[in-house]
């Protein structure tokens, strides 16, 4: 992806705090392709205007959470992720 359009995890919480009760860039995965485990805040983001949220591994560049905004709902993909979880 375009190394101009990415963020840390951290842009992504205004966002993903509208889908999700919990504060989500200090929640941890499990990232699908490598096995990596972090927070969210340490991955990559990527937010592409109109588009929506791509969140990525830094160590695999998978995509882990793929969230959507479109007529006044929400479209959450997580199948990149082994597990997200808080505290």
Same mark, same amino acid.
């Given at each position: 992806?375009?190394?101009?359009?990415?963020?840390?995890?951290?842009?992504?919480? #205004?966002? +993903?705090?509208?889908?999700?009760?919990?504060?989500?860039?200090?929640?941890?995965?499990?990232?699908?392709?490598?096995?990596?485990?972090?927070?969210? #805040?340490?991955?990559?983001?990527?937010?592409?205007? #109109?588009?929506?949220?791509?969140?990525?591994?830094?160590?695999?560049?998978?995509? +882990?959470?793929?969230?959507?905004?479109?007529?006044?709902?929400?479209?959450?993909? +997580?199948?990149?992720?082994?597990?997200?979880?808080?505290?």
């Amino acid at each position: 992806m375009d190394d101009r359009l990415r963020l840390d995890g951290n842009a992504a919480a #205004g966002t +993903l705090g509208e889908v999700f009760s919990f504060e989500v860039t200090t929640a941890h995965y499990a990232c699908e392709g490598c096995g990596r485990i972090d927070q969210i #805040g340490a991955a990559m983001v990527y937010d592409v205007r #109109g588009l929506g949220t791509i969140v990525r591994c830094p160590g695999c560049d998978n995509a +882990l959470i793929r969230l959507a905004h479109n007529r006044g709902r929400y479209m959450v993909d +997580l199948r990149g992720t082994r597990y997200l979880t808080t505290g």
